[in-house]
């Protein structure tokens, strides 16, 4: 403020002793009249230059001013780099922020107050089936044409949330998308997205399970329930009260196995999988598990089958011993109670050229459709209900062994032909297989 004062000053004093310097009356007040104009004119440029600056505010070049101007100028500087950190600042956590939503599991879309897309993370755009690039702007009642979202909207009632089909990997297979829409701001609605389809397959599957177990039981009690009727209402003769309690047996005997199969697919999937474990035999657990599988042919087949082991391949397992000789028994069992009496069946261990160790059983049964294929590993799925169940089966033997090969971290394969028989496959990725040592 005082280098102005002066500088105004001494330009006034320059313009008076100009004037003086003429001669004449009064050019002294002239002279100072235009010192002082001569300094506002120049004041006034350095104050253009400052209001220039602070529109285009670009902190990397300043202009070179000083005294009160210069002052101001810095002042200003150091408030744009303050705000222009703060705005940094802001934007980063505004980014932060928009990726978390990105990589939501639920989708989230931001309409204005006409119903427009502002906004949309990539998960709610799947669900929905639009750009969320090019559609925004649009009017999200022409993008989702669900006659149940377009009743929600016109509605206005979003206390609740509704449900929908959503794009799926196939026109007859959709997926089923719940979604609810939440007011904010001034007429701002915030729309949340989730795929349901699984939650939704898992309800029906416990429906289904539930039904299934109780269809596997009450045949089994109805049966036992008419003999107890019978033997305590009729006078019977030895031997057929003999038959009656040997019928009920096997009646008992079919629960007791799907209570124990039940049991055991539950142990497996409510503990961790197993780890490395200790290093087994392969061809002991073959051997038990042929051993057992001739006893079974000896008593429900006539004549009995053929079953043959593979050539030894002199294999390691690591993993838990119970897992593997349960799944590797219940391949055998359901080659001897589907293949007829007098087939061929073959076990045995191999090692693939990609180091993966596999245990297959081969016989020569009446083959698999293509179709029942995919499905053979549900629970209680059978291609022949009836065949299922007059040789014993509960239906839950190849789910037991799907989940004993996963929790190994390997897979069962299937390959059948029609007429001609099937192997079926367990596969353990190498670090669960090694070669015997050569002494």
Same mark, same amino acid.
């Given at each position: 403020m005082?280098?102005?004062?002066v500088?105004?000053l ?5 313009g ?12 002294s ?25 602070? /529109? ?14 210069g002052?101001?100028?810095?002042r200003?500087?150091?408030?744009? &780099?303050k ?13 932060? @922020?928009?990726?978390?939503?990105q990589?939501s599991p639920n ?12 906004w949309?993370n ?6 929905? !089936?639009?750009?969320?690039?090019r559609?925004?702007?649009q #009017?999200v009642r022409?993008?989702?044409? %669900? ?8 509605e206005?009632?979003?206390g609740?949330?509704?449900?929908i ?10 997926t ?7 007011? #904010?701001? &001034?007429?701002r609605?915030?729309m ?11 309800e029906?599957m ?6 299934n ?16 009727e019978?033997?305590q209402?009729?006078?019977l003769e ?6 009656y309690l040997?019928?009920?047996s096997?009646? %008992?005997?079919?629960?007791?196995t799907l209570?124990s199969?039940?049991?055991t ?28 599988a001739?006893?079974?042919?000896a ?13 030894v ?5 690591? !993993? ?9 028994? /219940?391949?055998l069992? /359901? ?6 009496? +007098?087939?061929?069946?073959e076990?045995?261990?191999r090692?693939? %050229?990609d180091?993966? !160790?596999?245990? @297959?059983? /081969?016989?020569?049964?009446?083959g698999?459709?293509?179709?029942h ?8 799925y ?10 014993g089966?509960?239906?839950l +033997?190849?789910?037991?062994? &799907? ?22 496959v367990?596969a ?6 090694r070669?015997?040592a050569?002494?």
């Amino acid at each position: 403020m005082i280098r102005r004062s002066v500088e105004l000053l001494l330009l006034v004093a320059l313009g008076a002793v100009w004037g003086w310097t003429q001669d004449a009356a009064d050019w002294s007040f002239v002279g100072a009249l235009l010192g002082a104009l001569g300094w506002s004119v120049f004041d006034g440029l350095r104050a253009r230059r400052l209001l220039n600056w602070l /529109n285009k505010a670009d902190v990397a070049r300043t202009p070179g001013l000083s005294g009160l101007w210069g002052e101001l100028l810095d002042r200003n500087r150091k408030l744009i &780099k303050k705000l222009e950190k703060k705005a940094s600042n802001s934007d980063a956590r505004l980014e932060d @922020f928009l990726a978390a939503i990105q990589a939501s599991p639920n989708g989230v879309v931001l309409l204005d107050s006409a119903g427009r897309i502002e906004w949309s993370n990539l998960t709610a755009a799947n669900h929905l !089936g639009f750009d969320p690039q090019r559609d925004l702007g649009q #009017y999200v009642r022409n993008m989702v044409r %669900a006659p149940a979202f377009m009743s929600y909207l016109a509605e206005g009632d979003f206390g609740h949330e509704i449900q929908i089909d959503g794009p799926g990997p196939r026109p007859s297979q959709p997926t089923r998308i719940s979604l609810q829409i939440h007011p #904010y701001g &001034k007429k701002r609605k915030l729309m949340i997205t989730r795929d349901v389809t699984a939650v939704q397959l898992a309800e029906a599957m416990r429906r289904d399970f539930v039904a299934n177990v109780s269809h596997e039981i009450r045949t089994p009690l109805t049966v036992l329930s008419g003999f107890v009727e019978t033997m305590q209402s009729l006078s019977l003769e030895e031997s057929e009260r003999i038959t009656y309690l040997g019928l009920m047996s096997q009646q %008992a005997h079919r629960m007791q196995t799907l209570v124990s199969d039940l049991l055991t697919l539950s142990r497996l999937e409510g503990s961790p999988a197993p780890g490395p474990g200790e290093w087994i035999d392969g061809d002991e657990l073959l051997g038990h598990v042929l051993q057992e599988a001739r006893g079974l042919t000896a008593v429900i087949s006539d004549p009995p089958h053929e079953i043959v082991q593979s050539s030894v391949a002199g294999l390691w397992v690591s !993993g838990a011993k119970t897992e593997l000789l349960s799944a590797m028994s /219940n391949l055998l069992s /359901n080659a001897v109670r589907y293949t007829p009496g +007098g087939g061929r069946i073959e076990a045995g261990w191999r090692l693939r %050229a990609d180091g993966w !160790g596999e245990f @297959f059983v /081969n016989d020569t049964g009446p083959g698999i459709a293509a179709e029942h294929i995919p499905r053979l590993t549900e629970r209680f799925y059978r291609v022949d209900r009836s065949r299922s169940r007059e040789t014993g089966g509960t239906g839950l +033997g190849l789910a037991i062994v &799907k989940h004993v090969a996963q929790r190994h971290g390997g897979q069962i394969d299937v390959h059948s032909v029609v007429g001609q028989g099937s192997t079926f496959v367990i596969a353990l990725p190498p670090v669960r297989v090694r070669e015997h040592a050569v002494n």
